[in-house]
């Protein structure tokens, strides 16, 4: 003010030059808010990307983990309540779109967070489908600043909520199944084999299993899951899918929704964790995994990418076992797309190997990258393994018996999809499906294709996208997505959202080959193709 006084006349411009930085600080601030930091995804351990069923699967870990009835940490309450919170934003795909669009303080400044749950009727209609008031104590603070309070009721005229039950709450690593949770986690993940035990909380054989079950689950974590339903609670549930007898215990292997339900099958064997983790390991497919019995098939499984662009590292184990574990199955099933696995049977017709390879017990993992041979030396458990091979072999190398002139020496024309040629060309392959115009075709996608052609059970195809709007519509979604992953048979999709740029493409299919890409079912059957 004084400054402005003493300029008299050019207090003016001062005024202006004020206003104008006063224009730029509001400037970026509002930028800020478009801009602004995304603490739900935070929150939920996620990618701004996630999809549905992952906001769903980080909701169902955390929330347990943190429901202040089980969890003693004194912020407990709040954390509860900010996954809740990051939940119910994530999960409605209006909310979303806008919390993407604006942030935190966007959110907050925009009036945007009405309509929020209580984060213990969020919990209780998640898991249980039941609602009703409060059990405890708890007052804590949103993420957002506001509170809320988890009261105390006595009264038996009102709904109680779903209790925390101490038999399978306190871990991780068995997963509560629900009517609206379980087809979802169980059947349509096809990636995964479950063991699913319907318990009844108040039986004492239930009770007495339920140590054993958990340990199991822990040992088996990542390999195959362990699910638990409440014969008391979801009694529609254990009689559709497994049995309304109390503490029956299910198996519901690898494969499709309805290859699940045609070879699922009750588990009879001793109550205890050895027993039913060895049984969990024997279920696990070896289909992926090379037995080797002589030096010939050895040979065999070394050279058997000498024809391929891309030539994988080879994962040996040697073993004194009749067969392959099913930790070392587990790993092939995990890197199949990427690595080759053999598992080599101790024997006089493989002893020369033995001796080749320097193994001096058992087991013993190897890994031949090349001309490279490399001794693990860890221990044998999943997790400490699965890491080892994704830091050090996670990619093949370019086959240099195929040289550059003589992999582009021949322009690759990619068949088109239509009509007519869809069950020959997509009925059971991995279809990598461009939605190109004519002139596109033997452009970029062709390229890819020219490098890929030779990935076992993978298809390159385009499909006309004027001739086929309506078909393009239902399986990309957005109008400039103009590439996806598709299985006909198993109605399930992979779309690429990004540029379509071939560095960017390519990195695309790489990650759908090596697994890191998540299959998304189709909500309805495609339209006919023209």
């Given at each position: 003010r004084i400054m402005m006084k003493r300029q008299g006349k050019r207090g003016g411009f001062s005024n202006q030059v004020v206003f104008i930085i006063f224009c730029g600080i509001a400037t970026l601030f509002f930028c800020g808010v478009v801009e602004g930091k995304k603490k739900?995804?935070?929150t939920l351990g996620l990618e701004e990307?996630?999809?549905?069923?992952?906001?769903?699967?980080?909701?169902?870990?955390?929330?347990?983990?943190?429901?202040?009835?089980?969890?003693?940490?004194?912020?407990?309450?709040d954390k509860f309540a900010a996954i809740s919170e990051a939940y119910q934003t994530l999960s409605d795909p209006e909310k979303k779109a806008t919390y993407d669009r604006v942030g935190d303080e966007g959110m907050k400044q925009g009036g945007n967070r009405q309509g929020f749950r209580n984060p213990f009727e969020m919990f209780n209609q998640f898991f249980h489908h039941s609602g009703g008031g409060?059990?405890?104590?708890?007052?804590f603070k949103t993420s957002s600043g506001g509170s809320h309070q988890h009261h105390s009721h006595s009264s038996h005229e009102e709904q109680q909520p779903a209790k925390v039950e101490d038999m399978y709450m306190d871990t991780d690593d068995t997963i509560i199944l629900t009517q609206s949770n379980f087809k979802e986690e169980v059947l349509e993940d096809e990636d995964k084999i479950?063991?699913?035990?319907?318990?009844?909380?108040?039986?004492?054989?239930?009770?007495?299993?339920?140590?054993?079950?958990?340990?199991?689950?822990?040992?088996?974590?990542?390999?195959?899951?362990?699910?638990?339903?409440?014969?008391?609670?979801?009694?529609?549930?254990?009689?559709?899918?497994?049995?309304?007898?109390?503490?029956?215990?299910?198996?519901?292997?690898?494969?499709?929704?309805?290859?699940?339900?045609?070879?699922?099958?009750?588990?009879?064997?001793?109550?205890?964790?050895?027993?039913?983790?060895?049984?969990?390991?024997?279920?696990?497919?070896?289909?992926?995994?090379?037995?080797?019995?002589?030096?010939?098939?050895?040979?065999?499984?070394?050279?058997?990418?000498?024809?391929?662009?891309?030539?994988?590292?080879?994962?040996?184990l040697f073993t004194d076992k009749p067969q392959?574990?099913?930790?070392?199955?587990?790993?092939?099933?995990?890197?199949?797309?990427?690595?080759?696995?053999?598992?080599?049977?101790?024997?006089?017709?493989?002893?020369?190997?033995?001796?080749?390879?320097?193994?001096?017990?058992y087991p013993q993992i190897i890994v031949i990258d090349g001309s490279k041979v490399i001794r693990y030396e860890g221990i044998n458990q999943y997790f400490t393994l699965q890491k080892f091979l994704a830091e050090h072999f996670i990619r093949g190398?370019?086959?240099?018996?195929?040289?550059?002139?003589?992999?582009?020496?021949?322009?690759?024309?990619?068949?088109?999809?239509?009509?007519?040629?869809?069950?020959?060309?997509?009925?059971?392959?991995?279809c990598i499906v461009g939605a190109l115009k004519k002139a596109e075709n033997n452009g970029l996608l062709g390229r890819i294709a020219e490098k890929l052609a030779k990935t076992p059970?993978?298809?390159?195809?385009?499909?006309?996208?004027?001739?086929?709007?309506?078909?393009?519509?239902?399986?990309?979604?957005?109008?400039?997505?103009?590439?996806?992953a598709w299985q006909?048979?198993?109605?399930?999709?992979?779309?690429?959202?990004?540029?379509?740029?071939?560095?960017?493409?390519?990195?695309?299919?790489d990650r759908v080959l090596g697994g890191d890409k998540r299959w998304t079912r189709l909500e309805s059957a495609l339209p006919a193709l023209k």
């Open positions: 739900h995804y935070e990307n996630a999809s549905k069923p992952e906001i769903k699967r980080a909701f169902r870990e955390l929330s347990m983990k943190w429901h202040p009835d089980k969890n003693k940490d004194p912020d407990a309450a409060g059990h405890t104590h708890f007052e479950w063991i699913v035990q319907f318990y009844n909380p108040s039986s004492q054989s239930c009770q007495d299993f339920a140590h054993d079950y958990r340990k199991a689950a822990t040992s088996l974590k990542g390999m195959v899951y362990l699910g638990v339903v409440d014969i008391t609670r979801e009694k529609q549930l254990a009689k559709t899918y497994g049995s309304p007898k109390e503490g029956s215990v299910w198996v519901f292997p690898f494969g499709t929704e309805e290859e699940k339900l045609a070879k699922k099958k009750q588990y009879t064997g001793p109550r205890g964790e050895k027993q039913l983790t060895g049984f969990g390991m024997s279920q696990i497919p070896s289909m992926w995994t090379k037995t080797v019995v002589s030096e010939t098939s050895f040979s065999k499984f070394l050279t058997q990418d000498l024809d391929s662009v891309m030539i994988k590292p080879k994962v040996v392959s574990p099913g930790l070392f199955n587990a790993l092939s099933k995990d890197f199949h797309t990427r690595l080759h696995f053999a598992v080599v049977l101790k024997g006089a017709s493989t002893s020369a190997l033995v001796e080749k390879y320097e193994i001096t017990s190398r370019p086959n240099p018996n195929l040289s550059a002139a003589k992999a582009t020496n021949k322009q690759y024309t990619l068949p088109e999809l239509n009509k007519a040629s869809v069950t020959e060309l997509c009925g059971d392959a991995i059970g993978w298809r390159f195809v385009w499909v006309d996208e004027d001739k086929n709007k309506e078909w393009r519509a239902a399986l990309f979604g957005g109008t400039t997505n103009k590439v996806a006909s048979k198993k109605e399930r999709a992979i779309v690429y959202d990004g540029q379509y740029e071939e560095a960017a493409v390519n990195n695309f299919l």
